[in-house]
């Protein structure tokens, strides 16, 4: 299972990642019970057995080329993530609740006294070349992470708690001190140094160990400064998933072939091919069966559900959306971010007035059924009792809104509001394109915000390109007051690699002492025990709920379609890493 903390454009990866939707009033009555019956999919395709051979074509939605960055260490979206899906694998394995098991291409142990975590790659995992995965590619993953002339956004005060991290980013020395191969570079055990270890290491996704391996005996040539770049990143990446990658046509699609050298045994078929489709053309792609595995956009339901041929599998993904408010930079410097208390956005009142125009509920009504929802806080039930429940979210609510403007000085002249000194106040918004019912739907919460007398309007005029505005968030462009973005979380609750003041992933670039205060408490020595945790946990979503910084809005049913003739196709979590060595044709 992957550690998986990516960015999305919400309504550029829908379905099985984030999308938007907005404007109207409650559905009718027909939408009512769709939310039902996607409850009631199964998880998997029924279980059959497998032949050898057949093509599968793996339909990538999206509106713009994907950036082909087939580097866990450098890729940030989850469009590249989904595009290698058929030959990236973790190092680790996990059972249904996320906790790393000893089935995977590695083993873990964890020393609590020694402060260590050691992890052995089996034998027999190899890279797509056929040499054997190493110690060496376990640190070299690391260092491409660490080093600066990467400018990887992987790199987080999370995963400097390993010894001698920090000093290595900052150029202070050129090895990993806390990086141990007992058996050398060549050997397949590595011993993991921490300055304290945390709760959440027993499970996938913690954030404060690497999860993957990056091939060095490969990329060793390329200086840091050109990985980015390089064509054995971009055109011909090394794995030691299932597949190999065969031909890449950029931007558009990847087609696999089997990895000979694959650790579990020969993959099912002859190859797998990742193709670009666009959200507009996703449900005529899936009653015309083009894809055998296609995730379907929920307002695109109604059209696909009724489609012959396919079996529908269905999960709540560990994913939100959210608006997000500009209120500083990043520092990449010292790697930390920065607040800044002048900034257009840092006020609570206007922040919490926003998002109680939104009419988020109806919205979802009308254009899903209820098969997308909304998320009230930011650790979601999918966490269990970590998710603070008492929160109710930012619900539609337009006199709340004006009293706060009201309150906080922001006074009406004429149809807009200014800001308390006086200024005139015009709020730029940022948002991607996605499929029909995108643009109506953020000029629906345009209107909301209008209401109240806030004069926003998109950046630009227009809905932005995804790699644009993926550059914007991340470059801080000053053009951007908030934006709507969404995560695909990994499957440890802590938060804090989006909201640490170390973390790049911090795109509000949020940072308070009330804050850095409870992120610690979240993952401290005193979070080994459980209550101490879930109450810590709950603070700091009722924090964050008050402080509006960042609000989340939805997330969605993630409703696959698969080809009736395909079997071993599951969601569950334990076959998350081995699920393209399973998935095969019917005999």
């Known amino acids: 299972m992957k550690s998986k903390k990516l960015l999305g454009s919400v309504g550029v990866i829908t379905a099985a990642a984030l999308s938007l939707v907005a404007c109207g009033k409650s559905a009718d009555n027909g939408n009512t019970n769709e939310a039902k019956k996607a409850s009631k999919f199964p998880i998997e395709v029924p279980k059959k057995e497998t032949k050898q051979g057949g093509t599968v074509k793996l339909a990538i939605e999206s509106d713009s080329p994907f950036t082909g960055i087939f580097s866990e260490e450098l890729s940030t979206t989850k469009t590249d993530s989904d595009v290698v899906a058929p030959g990236a694998e973790s190092l680790f394995d996990v059972n249904d609740t996320y906790q790393i098991n000893d089935k995977g291409p590695a083993t873990m142990k964890i020393n609590k006294k020694d402060k260590t975590v050691t992890v052995t790659i089996k034998k027999g995992v190899k890279w797509s070349d056929g040499k054997q995965v190493t110690a060496k590619d376990y640190e070299y993953a690391y260092e491409i992470i660490a080093n600066k002339a990467t400018q990887s956004e992987r790199y987080t005060s999370q995963l400097a708690f390993l010894k001698g991290l920090e000093e290595y980013h900052e150029g202070k020395s050129k090895t990993i001190s806390g990086f141990e191969m007992p058996d050398g570079e060549n050997g397949r055990t590595a011993v993991l140094h921490f300055k304290e270890l945390k709760p959440g290491m027993y499970n996938s996704g913690n954030g404060y160990f690497w999860e993957a391996v990056a091939p060095y005996h490969?990329?060793?040539?390329?200086?840091?400064?050109?990985?980015?770049?390089?064509?054995?990143?971009?055109?011909?990446?090394?794995?030691?998933?299932?597949?190999?990658?065969?031909?890449?046509?950029?931007?558009?699609?990847?087609?696999?072939?089997?990895?000979?050298?694959?650790?579990?045994?020969k993959p099912k078929l002859d190859k797998v091919v990742s193709q670009v489709v666009s959200s507009n053309s996703t449900s005529q792609a899936i009653k015309s069966h083009k894809f055998d595995i296609a995730d379907v956009i929920?307002?695109?339901?109604?059209?696909?559900?009724?489609?012959?041929?396919?079996?529908?599998?269905?999960?709540?993904p560990?994913?939100?959306?959210?608006?997000?408010?500009?209120?500083?930079?990043?520092?990449?410097?010292?790697?930390?971010?920065?607040?800044?208390?002048?900034?257009?956005?840092?006020?609570?009142?206007?922040?919490?007035?926003?998002?109680?125009?939104?009419?988020?509920?109806?919205?979802?009504?009308?254009?899903?059924g209820g098969l997308t929802f909304h998320v009230t806080t930011l650790i979601p039930p999918q966490f269990g009792d970590y998710h603070n429940s008492d929160i109710k979210g930012y619900t539609y609510n337009l006199k709340k809104a004006n009293q706060l403007l009201d309150k906080a000085g922001y006074k009406k002249k004429g149809k807009w509001r200014v800001q308390p000194n006086g200024k005139?106040?015009?709020?730029?918004?940022?948002?991607?394109?996605g499929d029909a019912t995108r643009g109506p739907i953020i000029q629906n919460y345009i209107q909301q915000w209008h209401k109240i007398g806030l004069?926003?309007?998109?950046v630009g005029g227009r809905l932005a390109e995804a790699n644009s505005f993926f550059d914007k968030i991340k470059n801080d462009d000053p053009s951007v007051?908030?934006?709507?973005?969404?995560?695909?979380?990994?499957?440890?609750?802590?938060?804090?690699?989006?909201?640490?003041?170390?973390?790049p992933f911090n795109y509000q670039r949020f940072v308070t002492p009330e804050q850095t205060k409870l992120l610690n408490s979240l993952d401290s020595q005193k979070a080994f025990n459980h209550k101490y945790r879930v109450e810590k946990f709950h603070e700091w979503q009722k924090y964050m709920f008050d402080q509006a910084f960042i609000i989340p809005t939805?997330?969605?049913?993630?409703?696959?379609?698969?080809?009736?003739?395909?079997?071993?196709y599951s969601l569950k979590p334990t076959h998350g890493n081995s699920l393209w060595y399973e998935v095969g044709y019917k005999k």
């Open 318 to 368: 560990l994913q939100y959306s959210y608006l997000g408010f500009k209120v500083g930079k990043w520092d990449a410097k010292h790697s930390k971010n920065v607040m800044d208390k002048n900034a257009k956005m840092n006020n609570k009142s206007l922040r919490q007035a926003i998002g109680y125009a939104m009419n988020i509920s109806s919205v979802y009504k009308k254009y899903t």
């Open 554 to 568: 939805k997330n969605s049913y993630a409703i696959t379609a698969v080809n009736n003739k395909l079997t071993g």
């Open 455 to 458: 004069n926003v309007s998109l």
């Open 424 to 433: 005139p106040l015009k709020i730029h918004l940022l948002a991607a394109g």
């Open 218 to 265: 490969y990329l060793k040539d390329v200086p840091f400064s050109k990985l980015n770049s390089s064509d054995k990143i971009r055109k011909k990446p090394l794995y030691f998933g299932p597949y190999q990658v065969s031909k890449v046509v950029r931007g558009q699609s990847v087609t696999w072939v089997p990895n000979k050298y694959y650790w579990r045994g």
């Open 481 to 503: 007051d908030m934006f709507m973005a969404g995560w695909s979380m990994s499957s440890e609750p802590s938060p804090a690699d989006f909201f640490a003041e170390g973390s």
């Open 298 to 316: 929920n307002t695109q339901w109604k059209q696909v559900k009724d489609t012959k041929g396919v079996n529908f599998v269905a999960k709540i």
